[in-house]
């Protein structure tokens, strides 16, 4: 990297952390990165999944099953442990979300996990075809993105977890072959970043394949590339963007 993109990526950074972060609670930044999510089409009827490491070992902050991306408040999130039993809050949870657990169980650094089927990342998944890096804008999952070539079923059960968890290794994200993505991050808005751009990817892979040869990129330039995406200034900024969004057009009820 030369001293003056260096220096360009410093005063960004520096200049992000001055700025005023809005004072939600954990609950709500899920219930946000929900919305966010439903607006950018990752809902699929009730197969999403969002969750965030709980207070506990072996606890998690999630969903009653049978609310969609697009209807979720702050107050639906509920605790539960690592089998699925509610600790705090009201419902069922689904029980697809069981191979969370063995994520965080095997990735200390993980906080948070997005997990959705939608249309462009789906179609990848079926084709047997990795996510290829070769755009600016998708640099985040440049050499940080692992892919499950088989599929295990349903995630219903502890075997399930196991292969999910070992396949994503130390990446942070994975395409699951006939299924959908799955996105890790230390923050939840992180989690929900790269989730909208890991289907963004698969959008412009795809469109990229039909339309001739994907070109690699300098591996030095997406190293730098990935690094300067997953500065969490650079993360907290562009959910706030997103979160915007979803305040200005959507009831606040979100936030409750």
Not at 21 to 38: E, H, V
Not at 85 to 102: L, S
């Amino acid at each position: 990297m030369s001293k003056t993109q260096q220096a360009a990526i410093d005063d960004m950074v520096a200049g992000l952390a001055t700025e005023q972060s809005p004072d939600w609670s954990l609950r709500q930044r899920l219930a946000l990165g929900c919305r966010i999510l439903g607006m950018q089409g990752h809902g699929s009827g009730l197969s999403g999944q969002f969750t965030a490491r709980g207070p506990e070992p072996e606890t998690m902050w999630t969903l009653p099953y049978g609310l969609g991306f697009e209807q979720v408040k702050a107050s639906d999130y509920m605790l539960v442990d690592r089998d699925l039993k509610v600790i705090e809050g009201k419902g069922m949870p689904n029980m697809a979300n069981r191979f969370h657990i063995h994520v965080y169980r095997v990735r200390p650094d993980v906080q948070s996990i997005v997990h959705t089927h939608p249309p462009y990342s789906s179609a990848l998944s079926m084709i047997g075809e990795p996510l290829k890096v070769s755009h600016m804008d998708t640099t985040m999952f440049y050499e940080d993105v692992a892919f499950l070539p088989t599929w295990p079923g349903v995630p219903f059960g502890d075997e399930e977890g196991e292969i999910i968890s070992e396949a994503i290794g130390d990446k942070n994200a994975i395409l699951l072959a006939h299924h959908g993505q799955l996105c890790v991050g230390p923050t939840v808005e992180a989690a929900c970043i790269m989730g909208i751009f890991f289907e963004h990817a698969a959008r412009i892979q795809l469109a990229a394949m039909a339309a001739g040869e994907i070109k690699e990129i300098d591996p030095e330039l997406g190293r730098i590339a990935h690094d300067w995406r997953h500065k969490p200034e650079a993360m907290n900024v562009t959910f706030r963007y997103f979160a915007r969004t979803i305040l200005e057009s959507q009831s606040d009820a979100v936030l409750t």
